[in-house]
């Protein structure tokens, strides 16, 4: 790798990050409210539970991603979430822009979430390894 490919995982990391961030801490707690959230998760047969947890997980994901904070692990779990978000949608087809939003923005989210899982964390990353106590892969 040169010296200017690290910043690529970087980019992606971070954009990726801003997006989980901004999905669910903006969109499913201020536009959709967290009720409506817990609504639309029951309606699909899901607990209300999966609904905080998806909340919590794209929020602290988020801000994981955006420092560069157990990269591999945190990708993981949000590829996961974003593939909950395809399943969600298969139903109303491929385009986003149908009513009830289509599969293509979270099946790209989910694929673009598992290249970061494959990446790393790139380059201009929080180092928590250097403090005692953190696992290696934090």
């Known amino acids: 790798m040169n010296r200017y490919e690290v910043f690529g995982p970087t980019v992606l990391r971070v954009t990726l990050g801003i997006i989980f961030l901004a999905h669910s801490a903006y969109l499913k707690v201020v536009v959709f409210t967290v009720p409506g959230t817990v609504g ?24 994981m991603l955006i420092l560069g904070i157990a990269i591999r692990p945190v990708a993981a779990v949000l590829t996961i979430v974003a593939l909950g978000a395809t399943w969600a949608h298969l139903g109303v087809g491929w385009l986003f822009t149908n009513e009830g939003g289509g599969y293509e923005y979270p099946l790209f989210l989910a694929i673009a979430t598992f290249v970061q899982f ?6 201009l990353r929080v180092n928590l390894q250097r ?8």
């Open 131 to 138: 403090y005692r106590g953190v696992p290696a892969w934090a």
């Open 118 to 123: 494959l990446l790393g964390p790139g380059a």
């Open 40 to 63: 639309f998760f029951e309606s699909l047969g899901l607990p209300a539970i999966a609904a905080y947890g998806t909340i919590a997980a794209e929020v602290l994901g988020g801000v």
